[in-house]
């Protein structure tokens, strides 16, 4: 079914889907439209790109912009997508606000999160195991007070995705058209965020990820969001795009620590010593917003798992037959009792047989 849209959102909808245009003018169109204009000015406009030869990807010069965008439209629904506009009353308050918002935002699952309150997790694509596993469980708990807001690649976009999917609270952004995928491995789950969550594109159907779309991506990432947290970056990173975005918009922006000298935490430690908050849990995002984080109930641990978690807690990360000597108790038994704390979330295996505590 065509979704019904004002003739001012048919405008918009023709200007970011089917004209050809240049990054400047569109943005400079974004800036105007943000703040209300009329359907005759948006007539004027897309009459002087039709006249100047920039007119579409689709070349019948006989179907005018209305017409062409109801066509759009309709295929778009075809697919189970739809189209939000800056004319729209949903558009995004917080993404409206940035300077270049995007003309229209197509979508495919529940238009309602996009009024609801939403905050960003990003990370580098290869993660530590430890920060995976943070992520995740941050994302988690934060989905229960916001729509968590994120991309779609490997590393810290899954570690939020796999946190905020249970609850159907998640906004995954695309670098690409909604029936593009990217990462191709991914198509099955981005199904199933488009079921239970919501898929968003600045960018037509059929259009391919680019690096310019990463980098727009990045901004409707941070554009969209009261905050975003770093899980890990490097040095040069393009997580950190994102990072810097969100305090040109004014957002908040949050961090894991790492260990000093690890490369995959370089750009989270430089974040911190600039002044972004230093965040080890749920919490430290939560009391920055004015919230309390739920309190849960506390795992309940035997005397040799407390023993163990507070030698691992002292210790950080550490091979288990360090581990081991430093608890006193032979390593099958360490081997044992760091399962045991893993599968009760307050452990995490980080490969060659290591393992990093978990806050809880």
């Known amino acids: 079914m065509t979704q019904r849209c004002s003739r001012a959102g048919k405008l918009l909808v023709w200007l970011a889907a089917c004209a050809e245009q240049d990054e400047r003018s569109r943005a400079d169109i974004a800036r105007v439209c943000a703040y209300g204009l009329p359907s005759a000015d948006l007539e004027k406009i897309c009459a002087a790109l039709i006249q100047t030869g920039k007119n579409r990807v689709y070349k019948d010069e006989h179907i005018a912009p209305e017409a062409e965008a109801e066509d759009f439209l309709a295929r778009l629904a075809r697919g189970g997508g739809y189209a939000v506009t800056l004319a729209d009353a949903d558009y995004p308050r917080e993404l409206r606000a940035i300077p270049d918002p995007p003309l229209a935002l197509f979508c495919a699952g529940r238009r309602e999160l996009l009024c609801a309150r939403k905050f960003c997790i990003v990370g580098a694509r290869v993660l530590p195991a430890w920060a995976q596993a943070t992520g995740k469980a941050i994302s988690a708990a934060l989905s229960q007070r916001f729509a968590v807001v994120t991309g779609i690649a490997e590393g810290g976009d899954r570690a939020a995705i796999d946190g905020a999917?249970?609850?159907?609270?998640?906004?995954?952004?695309?670098?690409?058209?909604?029936?593009?995928?990217?990462?191709?491995?991914?198509?099955?789950?981005?199904?199933?965020?488009?079921?239970?969550?919501?898929?968003?594109?600045?960018?037509?159907?059929?259009?391919?990820?680019?690096?310019?779309?990463?980098?727009?991506?990045?901004?409707?990432?941070?554009?969209?969001?009261?905050?975003?947290?770093?899980?890990?970056?490097?040095?040069?990173?393009?997580?950190?795009?994102?990072?810097?975005?969100?305090?040109?918009?004014?957002?908040?922006?949050?961090?894991?620590?790492?260990?000093?000298?690890?490369?995959?935490?370089?750009?989270?430690?430089?974040?911190?010593?600039?002044?972004?908050?230093?965040?080890?849990?749920?919490?430290?995002?939560?009391?920055?917003?004015?919230?309390?984080?739920?309190?849960?109930?506390?795992?309940?641990?035997?005397?040799?798992?407390?023993?163990?978690l507070d030698v691992l807690r002292l210790s950080g990360e550490e091979h288990a037959a360090l581990l081991a000597q430093r608890a006193g108790v032979p390593v099958w038994e360490a081997q044992a009792t760091l399962a045991s704390l893993e599968l009760k979330g307050l452990a995490v295996r980080a490969g060659g047989n290591r393992y990093a505590p978990l806050q809880k």
């Open 165 to 308: 999917l249970p609850s159907g609270n998640l906004i995954c952004v695309l670098p690409c058209g909604l029936d593009v995928d990217y990462p191709a491995s991914h198509a099955s789950l981005k199904r199933e965020i488009a079921k239970k969550g919501l898929l968003v594109s600045e960018f037509p159907p059929g259009m391919r990820a680019q690096k310019f779309s990463f980098h727009a991506r990045n901004r409707v990432l941070a554009g969209l969001s009261q905050g975003v947290l770093v899980l890990a970056a490097g040095q040069k990173s393009g997580t950190l795009i994102t990072a810097d975005r969100a305090l040109a918009y004014g957002r908040e922006v949050f961090a894991l620590p790492h260990n000093a000298g690890a490369a995959q935490g370089v750009g989270c430690n430089e974040l911190i010593k600039q002044g972004a908050f230093l965040c080890t849990g749920a919490e430290d995002i939560l009391s920055a917003f004015g919230m309390q984080a739920d309190g849960g109930h506390p795992a309940e641990l035997t005397a040799d798992e407390q023993k163990m």
